[in-house]
């Protein structure tokens, strides 16, 4: 029993004089400063891998990735500047066959004497003008479209009587266009809306009782 304890004392006393001989960290170093105030010098002696370590065990595969832009991924301005670029003719093609043929309003009844009509450029305001006629004979000859309505008050005679609305001009902006309201006694008959090109014309036929 004495013997072990010796042995154990003797152990202890060799342990404590090498702590002893072993140098003292300073918190002068140029390191990082840690938590609870250790400090970590630049020798790496914490055992964190080094850098190139870190990078290589973290790093994944990049093989097969393509970083390159998609193709189906378009700019929305290249719509608006492929309008542009479209010729002329192609435009004026496209009209022609859009709003080239003259337009049916409709036909209607009445026991009024007069046809109360409202209209209107809808769109942008860009000096579309309209020529109004009864009968073949003409009633107004040059109408300026607006974007308020301007009232017409048309008469009509005993039997048919057939409006029509012809296109002068297309505007600045072209086609000719027009929002037209047909009033009958108070009461809405009909509303409708036109694109036209120059010549062109939108017609009603008012059949008085």
Known sequence: MDKFFYILLFIG??????????????????????SKGKVSSGNNLLGIPNRPKVKNLFAKPEKGINFKPKEQFTNPSDLYTKKLNAKPEDENNRMKEEFG???????????????????????????????VRLN????????????????????LEVGFNKIEFVALNQGE????TAELKAIDNGNLI???????????????????N
């Open 173 to 176: 902006s072209g086609p000719n």
């Open 136 to 155: 073949g004979e003409i009633l107004i000859q040059n109408l300026l479209l607006e974007n308020a309505y301007k009232e017409i008050t048309i008469p």
């Open 101 to 131: 043929n003259d337009m049916y309003l409709g036909d209607f009844v009445t026991t009024s004497d007069k046809m109360v009509f409202l209209c209107r450029d809808h769109m942008m305001f860009d000096g579309d003008r309209v020529q």
């Open 13 to 34: 006393f060799f342990g404590y004089a090498q702590d002893k001989d072993l140098p003292q960290s300073s918190t002068k170093s140029k390191g990082a400063i840690l």
């Open 190 to 208: 009909t509303r409708n809306i036109w694109n036209l090109l120059t010549g062109i014309k939108a017609s009603a036929v008012i059949v008085r």
